[in-house]
């Protein structure tokens, strides 16, 4: 029974270190701006094949598609003005509405709506089903490749976390392993710091509450989140990580000069930095199956052990993103409606 709450014990600390890795590959992302590039390389996709473009350059219609309405910069500023969120003149995300709205007040859309009007009737309806159909194709495709992108920089940055801060995971399980009170302690307080850390991801991603992800002050709010994490590594779970355990540390067996003892530590390191880099929803398997044995085990003596039933991953929704039936509808309407608006009331299209 040690061994099994032992493991119980080592998946919360991996899910607490995948979490902050979670953060520092988020940051990295949003300072590169993987999310913009990747919805640009997924819109001029759809612009090549559908061949929307009709006057002007390839360029100029996919920067009026994905252009931010609120930016004051007419080009992009630099490395500055990138790494600080300013002059930011793209958008991350692009909803089928938007695009609709976006695309029908282009001349290509213009173009688009004749083409639609002399069809009449569900033959013109038709075309811009297939339209709004295509594009939610291109944006479950993108949504995939930055899915891909976003593990491998969340793998990396799991090592790169393990090297920053001396996390070793042979170290990490003796010490949740050797004192089963001391295990207690640390699972009921990760239990309730992952519990909160799952309600306020979950807040942030409703529609609206994701903010200015590329501003200053996103910036500055993920950086201070990232520092916080690590802070209560030590002071509020008391893991025995940092350089003061590494093999030449204040706590270490040996020094610099064991060079044996020096590559062991390096391996380790490693190797914790790929059990990290498997993730968070890896890891809330590991904990919900475990949790769920302990709980049978601990049935036969008379003791309910508390789970984490609301850490467990949600899974997704077959279908969920694409628009219904009526959505579609509803879309076609905008579509004409707006086309009507753009270009009958513009001096010039």
Request: glycine share 8%; hydrophobic share 45%.
């Amino acid at each position: 029974m040690d061994v099994l709450e032992s493991v119980l014990a080592f998946a919360l600390v991996m899910i607490l270190f995948s979490t902050i890795v979670s953060g520092i590959s988020e940051l990295a992302m949003r300072v590169v701006r993987v999310r913009a590039k990747n919805l640009c390389d997924a819109v001029t996709a759809l612009v090549d094949d559908l061949k929307l473009k009709s006057t002007g350059s390839k360029e100029d219609l996919v920067e009026a598609l994905l252009r931010n309405p609120s930016s004051t910069f007419d080009k992009e500023g630099g490395f500055f003005r990138t790494f600080f969120g300013i002059g930011e003149n793209k958008i991350d995300t692009l909803s089928a509405k938007a695009f609709v709205q976006r695309f029908a007040g282009t001349a290509a859309g213009k173009r688009f709506y004749e083409r639609v009007e002399q069809n009449g009737g569900e033959k013109g309806d038709a075309l811009v089903v297939s339209l709004i159909n295509t594009f939610e194709r291109y944006m479950a495709a993108s949504s995939e490749v930055f899915r891909k992108r976003a593990q491998r920089v969340a793998f990396v940055s799991a090592i790169v976390l393990a090297f920053a801060i001396n996390i070793d995971a042979t170290r990490l399980f003796s010490h949740v392993y050797q004192d089963r009170e001391q295990r207690a302690e640390l699972v009921a307080k990760l239990s309730d710091a992952l519990s909160e850390d799952a309600q306020t991801t979950n807040d942030a991603t409703q529609p609206g509450n994701a903010g200015n992800t590329g501003s200053v002050e996103a910036h500055a709010k993920a950086i201070a989140a990232i520092s916080k994490e690590i802070d209560t590594i030590q002071d509020v779970y008391n893991l025995p990580v940092g350089y003061d355990y590494a093999p030449w540390g204040e706590k270490g067996d040996t020094g610099l000069n064991d060079t044996a003892a020096v590559v062991l530590w390096f391996v380790k390191i490693f190797f914790t930095g790929v059990l990290i880099g498997l993730g968070g929803p890896f890891w809330f398997r590991i904990y919900a199956n475990l949790s769920q044995l302990v709980q049978v085990l601990k049935a036969f003596g008379g003791k309910s052990p508390e789970t984490v039933a609301d850490l467990r991953p949600q899974k997704e929704t077959p279908g969920a993103g694409r628009s219904s039936v009526d959505e579609i509808t509803e879309l076609v309407k905008l579509f004409k409606e707006t086309a009507v608006f753009r270009h009958n009331t513009s001096p010039s299209s």
